[in-house]
């Protein structure tokens, strides 16, 4: 929201707590975060009418950023860690499994599309599917910790474990989510921003997490 105000763009943000909320406001982005297993079925539940209408927003090429139980719920199913399956929205065909070791460090990616992403990561779920991802793993665990990819990236939509957070370490992401918005919208180019700071933060942090070693952390019980 800041980088549209400082650009002159008007924003309304609408928080959804109903399908109504969604349907009658429309969206340019949308976000959904993430939560514990019980609090996110619930959510996914209340989500289940707007269903079709996210379908219909992903491949007309909204704007989409989804985190860690955001992203997990996009997919077909959540399996516990007693083999309990908790249905997802089914927006694209992929599932994630809990383990007990918790994957947990900060993570560095690089990406083709965006350069180097910085952030931190802790989720128990692996996430396992076949589209197109955020980037390399440089540093961490990524979707599961075997496969070294990190996150989903299809048409405008992101789907990431990358919480720590995300948009202020990676302005580029944030743009990119702006920018495709925009132009959707207006069918202008976006205009850039200043981002010396910006930059220099995200490589202090690259350079500060390079060569350090990530570790599985038990869950408490």
Same mark, same amino acid.
């Given at each position: 929201m800041k980088r549209c105000e400082w650009r002159g763009i008007n924003v309304r943000v609408v928080e959804i707590k109903n399908p109504d909320? =969604?349907?009658?406001s429309g969206c340019d982005i949308f976000m959904i975060g993430g939560g514990s297993d019980r609090e996110q079925a619930i959510a996914t539940k209340r989500l289940a009418p707007l269903v079709k209408e996210i379908k219909a927003w992903v491949e007309d090429g909204v704007s989409g950023?989804?985190?860690?139980g955001g992203y997990?719920?996009?997919?077909?199913?959540y399996e516990t860690k007693t083999g309990e399956k908790l249905t997802g929205m089914g927006i694209l065909p992929f599932y994630t499994k809990a383990e007990d070791s918790r994957l947990m460090t900060n993570i560095l990616v690089e990406s083709q599309t965006f350069g180097r992403i910085v952030g931190f990561e802790n989720h128990g779920g692996r996430?396992?599917?076949?589209?197109?991802t955020l980037?390399?793993?440089v540093n961490g665990f990524g979707n599961n910790g075997e496969s070294g990819e990190e996150g989903l990236h299809y048409h405008n939509l992101?789907?990431?474990?990358?919480?720590?957070?995300?948009?202020?370490?990676?302005?580029?992401?944030a743009d990119y989510l702006i920018g495709q918005a925009y132009e959707r919208k207006t069918g202008?180019?976006?205009?850039?921003?200043p981002d010396e700071m910006e930059k220099i933060a995200n490589q202090t942090v690259w350079e500060r997490f390079l060569n350090t070693k990530p570790t599985k952390y =038990?869950?408490?019980r």
């Open positions: 909320d =969604a349907k009658n950023l989804t985190i860690c997990q719920f996009l997919g077909d199913y996430t396992y599917h076949h589209f197109p980037g390399k793993v992101i789907g990431t474990y990358l919480h720590g957070p995300i948009l202020p370490k990676n302005s580029q992401i202008r180019k976006l205009e850039p921003l =038990a869950n408490e």
